[in-house]
């Protein structure tokens, strides 16, 4: 089956800890997303990458980094700098195509729980 | 900095009724609409998108949603709910033909009762 995982599912950790969120795809993809998923606030971006080796910081970057060492692997490290982690984490990935990149397709997600 | 305004938090229907949820955005160039879907327990998923032609979108599960361009809106319609639309949905822009980061909406919750 094509698609995306994310794991684990549930985390937590403990306040100045560093965890990293897994996030890979089997749909051949070149770009990849993570969002923060807060009640009330919709999906806000946190980086996101269009090609190995290459990403960009969205608009809540600040305590997190990732990597893009390969194209099907994405993962998120929350640092202890990060003042709000707990939250719900997704990760999404999507195609090029003619006319952009097409729609955007999301893993289940990994709900993290500061202790 | 670009925005996208969903006007309802939370519509509570009954089965049946019709649906409409509001999105706006704030952008004047070319964009890329979509709205998503996230039922309880369940991925993100896409309901429809509009990228250019007829601004009537027809999606899955008998939603549609009407671009209109001077009105810099994309509004998510269905005639008669059912009792398992009950779920949260988001309006996303794309900003321009090259980006490829999406801008959300907060989301609406939509409550149906049978």
């Known amino acids: 089956d094509g698609g995306i995982t994310q794991s684990p599912k549930y985390l937590f950790r403990k306040e100045g800890q560093n965890v990293t969120l897994s996030c890979e795809q089997n749909?051949?993809?070149?770009?990849m997303y993570w969002y923060r998923q807060d009640p009330g606030q919709g999906l806000r971006l946190i980086y996101y990458?269009?090609?190995?080796?290459?990403?960009q910081k969205g608009d809540i970057a600040e305590g997190y980094s990732v990597s893009r060492e390969k194209k099907e692997s994405f993962p998120l490290t929350v640092t202890s700098a990060q003042k709000n982690p707990t939250a719900f984490y997704l990760c999404?990935?999507?195609?090029?195509?003619?006319?952009?990149?097409?729609?955007?397709?999301f893993g289940p997600g990994t709900r993290l729980t500061v202790l | 900095a670009q925005s996208v305004s969903q006007h309802n938090h939370h519509v509570i229907l009954s089965e049946a009724a019709s649906l409409e949820l509001g999105c706006n955005y704030s952008?004047?160039?070319?964009?890329?609409l979509f709205w998503y879907v996230q039922y309880p327990g369940q991925h993100l998923q896409l309901l429809l998108k509009?990228?250019?032609?007829?601004?009537l979108v027809k999606g899955i599960k008998g939603f549609e949603a009407e671009f209109i361009k001077s009105k810099f809106s994309f509004n998510l319609r269905k005639p008669s709910v059912q009792w398992s639309d009950t779920a949260e949905y988001f309006c996303a822009v794309r900003v321009g033909q090259a980006g490829t980061a999406l801008i959300f909406g907060k989301g609406t919750t939509l409550s149906v009762s049978s």
């Open positions: 749909l051949n993809h070149d770009a």
């Open positions: 952008y004047g160039g070319t964009v890329n």
């Open positions: 509009y990228f250019s032609g007829d601004p």
């Open positions: 999404a990935s999507s195609a090029p195509t003619s006319v952009g990149y097409n729609e955007q397709f």
């Open positions: 990458s269009q090609i190995v080796n290459d990403f």
